[in-house]
Structures are given as structure tokens and as C-alpha cells.
């Protein structure tokens, strides 16, 4: 191991205590209690996280100073108050993402906002269309798109997650009875992946992976400038839609004023790229989704929820 990273271990391979022994607990108590008389009680367990996770609160700090420096908006700079609130919207995120797989989360809650129309092409696809890929982020609730995608259109949507999360996720699912979610599991883009995930396009269904974290095995990265600081973000998003050639949009689902809003917005129409140009083409194209990420995360402040050491320096792949 290298740098900052003997001391901070890889995200995946943390054991996330604190969210998911409160997801997990979430789970069992909205099914016993109901949401509302769960509310105070999920206040003290997010308070005894919050005493007991120094390194979460640490860089949760760490990220709302650099958002704050980054943007020139002082009533951003981290207090404790505002490091506390970024846990409660946490919180308040797992409680929404379980109303979402128990089906109580209805398309009419949500807003859509889509002016590039990716929802036309949503229902284009159902009719004979290729499908087309979707790059998410851990900023706000993806969980929620499932309200848009699966329950309103019924669209095949396929999500791509880490071998590592799978089973996590997997039981959760299986706690709040909902079986209906795809997930495809994604160590490495081999052969028998890429004619599985092609052939998933040519019928009409779409990908969603997430864009801002850099899986544990077999994960290519590439380190950009994210609010003002180098941070390793993954190739793996885009080598795909280069080589499935098909368009990339970006998803975001953000809690605004109570309401959950799903942006969608079109990002590379025809991804390719010129022969020997590969490597220098998915850096532009992470930069600019670095680019956009930090923009969005001005939108929502509290919900960026990665509490690891984002701007650590990874070496994955030769440390593990």
C-alpha cells in the first residue's frame, strides 16, 4: 500500500458499520413500527454513529470545507451542526429507499426534470429501440429512479454493482420484499460480460452504474481534478459505452424542499474514440462528468454520501 492509503483502508473494504448496521436495522424497524414512530428512534441510532464515527465525521468534514472553498460559499464551511445534519439526511435516504422497494413511493411523488427528453427515449426503447446507458452518483438517492425507470415505464433497467455489495444489497432487498430489482454483478469487463451487457442493449434495456467510485478488483482509474483536488474516479463507466457504442446520460435524484427530483440530462451522444486515443478520450470524458458532479453537489450539499476518504490516493489494483 501507498500514500494515505496505509492508513485509510480501500472503500469496499470497509465494513460500512455504521450504514449498513443502520439499513439493516432500518429495515427490520420500519417493518415493526411503521416510519413514523421509527423517526425518533432512528435520531438516537444516527446520533450514536455520529459519536462513534470519528473518521466518517472526519471526512464528511473534509468534504463539505472543500465544496465550500471550492464554490466561494462560506455558509457552506463545515460546523458541527451541518456535519451532523449530512448523517440525518442519510438517515432520511435509507427510509425513502425502503418505501421505494416495499412500493410506496409513488411516480406521482417524484419530479422529473428532462430537457433532453431521455423519458421519450425511455418509452422509445420498449417499442424496438436500442437501450442506452445511465451513470449515477452517490449524491442523493439512486435508489429512487427506480420510481421513474421500473415502477412508471416499466423499462428493463439493469444496474451494475461490485461483487462486495451485492450481498449486502441483496438481503435488504429480500428484508423489505422486493425481488424485482436487476442487479448484474461487475468484477471486470470480460468477454462473456460484454456480449451479455450488448445483447441487453440491442433489446431494448438500459445499464445504470454509478460514475464516482472505484471498485475494489480489477478497477481501472484515472485521477481528476474533483472540487479543486485530485480524486480517483473509474474508467470502467466509460470504456463501456465506448465499446457497446451507445449514448450516455447522467442520472441524479436529489431531495429538494421534501420532494424527490430526478434529473436526467444527455452526456455523449456517440462514444468512441480515435485509434490509440482511448485512454485520453475517458479522461475528458470523466473530467467533464467530475465537472458536473461538483455542480450538482451545490444543489444538495448534506447528500453527498460517501463517508470514506474520497481524496485519498488509490492504488486498488496494485494493493490488493
Request: hydrophobic share 45%; aromatic share 10%; glycine share 8%.
Amino acid at each position: 500500500m501507498t500514500g494515505t492509503q496505509t492508513k485509510e483502508r480501500h472503500w469496499a473494504l470497509h465494513k460500512e458499520r455504521g450504514s449498513f448496521l443502520l439499513m439493516k436495522f432500518t429495515a427490520f424497524a420500519v417493518r415493526v413500527l411503521g416510519r413514523r414512530a421509527l423517526a425518533p428512534v432512528l435520531y438516537l441510532i444516527v446520533l450514536y454513529f455520529f459519536v462513534s464515527g470519528r473518521s466518517a465525521r472526519r471526512n464528511v468534514r473534509q468534504y463539505q470545507h472543500r465544496l465550500a472553498h471550492w464554490s466561494g460559499r462560506n455558509e457552506l464551511r463545515p460546523h458541527l451542526r451541518s456535519v451532523f445534519g449530512q448523517f440525518m439526511a442519510f438517515a432520511e435516504s435509507l427510509l425513502d429507499r425502503l418505501d421505494v422497494w416495499r412500493g410506496k413511493l409513488r411516480l406521482e411523488q417524484v419530479q422529473l426534470v428532462d430537457p433532453g427528453g431521455i423519458r421519450a427515449q425511455l418509452l422509445q426503447s420498449r417499442h424496438g429501440g436500442r437501450g442506452q446507458i445511465l451513470i449515477g452518483t452517490h449524491l442523493g438517492n439512486l435508489d429512487v429512479c427506480r420510481a421513474m425507470a421500473e415502477l412508471g415505464e416499466q423499462v428493463p433497467l439493469n444496474v451494475l454493482v461490485h461483487n462486495r455489495h451485492v450481498e449486502h444489497f441483496n438481503r435488504l432487498l429480500d428484508e423489505a420484499g422486493d425481488r424485482g430489482l436487476r442487479l448484474i454483478q461487475v468484477s471486470e469487463l470480460d468477454t462473456a460480460m460484454m456480449m451479455d451487457l450488448s445483447q441487453r442493449i440491442e433489446r431494448g434495456e438500459w445499464l445504470a452504474i454509478a460514475g464516482d467510485r472505484v471498485p475494489l478488483h480489477g478497477g481501472r482509474h484515472a485521477m481528476v481534478n474533483f472540487l479543486g483536488h485530485p480524486a480517483a474516479f473509474p474508467q470502467g463507466p466509460w470504456l463501456l459505452a465506448g465499446l457497446l457504442r451507445c449514448p450516455v446520460n447522467l442520472m441524479c435524484c436529489l431531495k429538494i424542499e421534501g420532494r424527490y427530483r430526478i434529473y436526467l440530462e444527455p452526456f455523449i451522444d456517440a462514444p468512441a474514440w480515435e485509434r490509440g486515443q482511448r485512454d485520453a478520450a475517458i479522461k475528458a470524458w470523466m473530467q467533464r462528468y467530475a465537472d458536473r458532479l461538483a455542480q450538482q453537489c451545490l444543489q444538495a450539499p448534506q447528500q453527498w454520501f460517501n463517508f470514506y476518504p474520497y481524496w485519498q490516493t488509490i492504488e486498488a489494483s496494485d494493493a490488493h
